[in-house]
């Protein structure tokens, strides 16, 4: 049955500007290898097993699409997608990848490059969501205690049942975010959602889940490994 | 060399009352095997490699001992602990905990059953700042975004670099815990230092390690068994 949904033109950007510093290795994290496989390739098949009819942009520092492109051919990995050139912070980046969508209406979601077990089922419940009206934000309960530091060094508790760690999809409709983005970058602007809910437009919280972790530390690669074979 | 610390009698009381609910297993997940051993009996030897020094209490719901004792008898697990039965909550039972030191002064860390890759680096420091005055509380910084749910079902983007989540152990001088958990129960002690705190001492943040993770989920189950293959 096709629904209004599958009607809307679908984009997705995958941003993958990270370095390898918190990794200790040389190369980029999103091309560590899991599974003997570059995270961001499982990353992008995400998006294609959801649908796909999902437009993919990739979001690449300029430095590295040579070194992708030889990882496509030696993976013999084809999905159709367009790259272009990361800035200098995720902001620029993100505003990039919309510049390079020509349809004026239609979804994004915008995701971590480095979040390659994202489910299927969230990505389609994040572009439900942002298809109904608000922008949709991928978000789980904190496991542990929260604390909060002040600048004068001290350190007070809080409720962490009142808090939600931010995944990413994040998803919007175009136009709203387009606009959105025309805000001069601010310090604040800590994910996608902060640029939107700055212009005025409230994001709704769907329920994210553990396995959707961006990897960033060796610990989180470990992990990735493990899990990989667990699904396999 | 023997320093102040060594001569300074020390106590861990380790709270093992966790169910298997988040788990979706019967089994509490103290008790779950991570390397064909369970998870709190690593979490009892980092204490033990930290110094043999240390007397151990392990806090254990009633109705969980007879297994307990059945897990030691199959794995030879003879480390010499005191077992305490645990309470309704974590309060009462870290308050079992306590109960169960008869010494006067001297120090104590309080840790998760369920968090068996706490360094050994990690104990000692927390013993360390511990000796010093100030409580000591690991704590890590949150590598994703972070959002406030406020009552009315809105949510904000808060900055991530002012909150820390926080780990165990959390490790005290005796007389000033003992003299905090003799404060009626509040909704809002979220972990030891939070009672702590409430009775006007305050607590030190020192650094915990992505590998000092609670176990929870399966996911973390997924790591645990890849972690611990990676470390042997």
Do not use: L, M
């Given at each position: 049955m096709t629904t209004p949904l599958d009607l809307t033109p679908q984009f997705a950007i995958i941003v993958?500007?990270?370095?390898g510093n918190r990794m200790g290795t040389?190369?980029?994290?999103?091309f560590l290898p899991v599974g003997g496989v570059p995270i961001l390739m499982h990353t992008l098949t995400r998006f294609f097993e959801y649908s796909p009819a999902v437009q993919l942009i990739l979001v690449l520092p300029q430095k590295d699409q040579s070194v992708w492109e030889k990882l496509c051919e030696r993976h013999h990995f084809q999905l159709p997608l367009k790259i272009v050139a990361g800035g200098a912070t995720r902001f620029q980046s993100v505003k990039q990848g919309l510049a390079?969508?020509?349809?004026?209406?239609g979804l994004v979601a915008i995701h971590d490059g480095?979040?390659?077990?994202?489910p299927v089922h969230t990505i389609r419940e994040s572009f439900e969501v942002a298809y109904q009206g608000n922008g949709a934000v991928a978000a789980v309960a904190l496991k542990d205690s929260i604390r909060l530091v002040t600048p004068d060094g001290t350190n007070q508790s809080m409720d962490r049942t009142q808090f939600r760690l931010i995944q990413t999809p994040q998803t919007f409709r175009l136009p709203v975010i387009r606009k959105s983005f025309e805000q001069p970058e601010q310090?604040?602007?800590?994910?996608d959602a902060s640029v939107v809910e700055s212009d005025g437009n409230p994001v709704t919280l769907i329920e994210g889940s553990?396995?959707?972790?961006?990897?960033?530390?060796p610990e989180d690669l470990v992990w990735a490994e493990a899990y990989l074979k667990l699904m396999s």
């Open positions: 993958a500007g990270g370095s040389s190369v980029p994290k999103q390079a969508i020509e349809a004026a209406e480095v979040r390659p077990f994202v310090s604040s602007f800590t994910d553990y396995q959707n972790i961006k990897i960033t530390t």
